[in-house]
């Protein structure tokens, strides 16, 4: 007799388990999709949650930076596990709120490897390097690679190169991001010769790593060597192909990068903003209009570059007609002309630029502005 309530009991409960676990998917769907408000009404309005809800809440209201929001949610959670925890101190460290993850850290009940390799690279990040050092060294067991490799970035970022290096020895087995990670803060700090001999070192490199070492003879204002370099490598990727473009445009070699631009197996938005911003600025403004329009899809930053080469090469006209038909609302492209204005003397139009704009918090623009002699004219 007992037997029928018992199984009406247990289909209510499977019929519930499968009502919160659909709505759980909707809401990770929902709060992925950048749809944070729909996601909230969807946990407001669940009868039932379990902690994989509350999760999924946390998470999308600390990747959308509602950082308070997300520590009430995390401080009324009715069960928290590991996750819940370290959701909420990759949001305080992702936000640069320290002390507050060092908090979560210590009160934790119980922690797991990615507990700790949070912590490490929060301190990491912020460029507190021995107190990143002293959570890794506390550390229980085997110390996983991601733990190092924050601390072997933390010590490159700040130009701590032997202890880089010193810790890249003490790991049990370095892995790629290991070595990339000391090549990269050589490459930024400008140490070529060095980053050179560290790269020949290197017990396996991938795209990564020659890509890291062009960018450093760019940076450097060496585009022959990074010439030199880009020949040898096997496969280039986009990136190695934008960044080598990037350097030949920086040194005004312009014709050396159109060579190169036309020779570029896929283009992205990247590459072609690069080119066009190279024509820009050696003015060389018919070429720029003429790429500009080829680009097949134009971002903000397209619009900005040519409104704003435009303006300065005094083409005002042309300027003013290409920002009445951009899609984007660029603060800065109408800056420039607001400032091609002014140096054409053509006090009316600025005004009507400046006035018209939705935004203008730069108080560089209105000292500009207020100082020139012919706008107050």
Known sequence: MAAGPAKTAAAVATAAASAVFQSNQELTRLARSGQLAAARRLFDGMPRRNTVTYNAMLSALA?????D????????MPRRNTVSWNAMIAACSDHGRVADARQLFDAMPGRDEFSWTLMVSCYARAGELELARGVLDRMPGDKCAACYNAMISGYAKKGRFDDAMRLLREMPSPD???????????????GMVRALQFF???????????????EGFVRAGDPDSASSFFAKIESPNVVS?????????RAGRIDDARELFDKMPERNIVSWNVMLDGYVRLSRMEEAYKLFME????????????????????????????LDKMPFNS??????????YLQSKMVDEARQIFYGMEA???????????LCPVWNA
């Open 69 to 76: 929001e997300a520590h009430r949610l995390f401080d009324g």
């Open 200 to 214: 020949d070192e290197m017990a396996e490199k991938d795209v990564v790593s020659w890509n890291l070492m062009l």
């Open 241 to 249: 192909w934008v960044t080598l473009l990037n350097g030949y445009c």
């Open 176 to 190: 790629l991001v290991s070595w990339n990670s000391v090549l990269a803060g050589l490459t930024k700090s400008g």
């Open 331 to 340: 603060v800065a492209a109408k800056t420039a002309l607001m400032h091609g």
């Open 63 to 67: 990747r959308h930076g509602r950082l």
């Open 295 to 322: 680009i097949p899809d134009r971002n903000s930053i397209s619009w900005t570059t040519i409104i704003s080469g435009l303006a300065r090469a005094g083409k005002l006209e042309e300027a003013k007609d290409l």
């Open 360 to 370: 203008r918090y730069s108080v560089l623009e209105y000292n500009d502005l207020w």
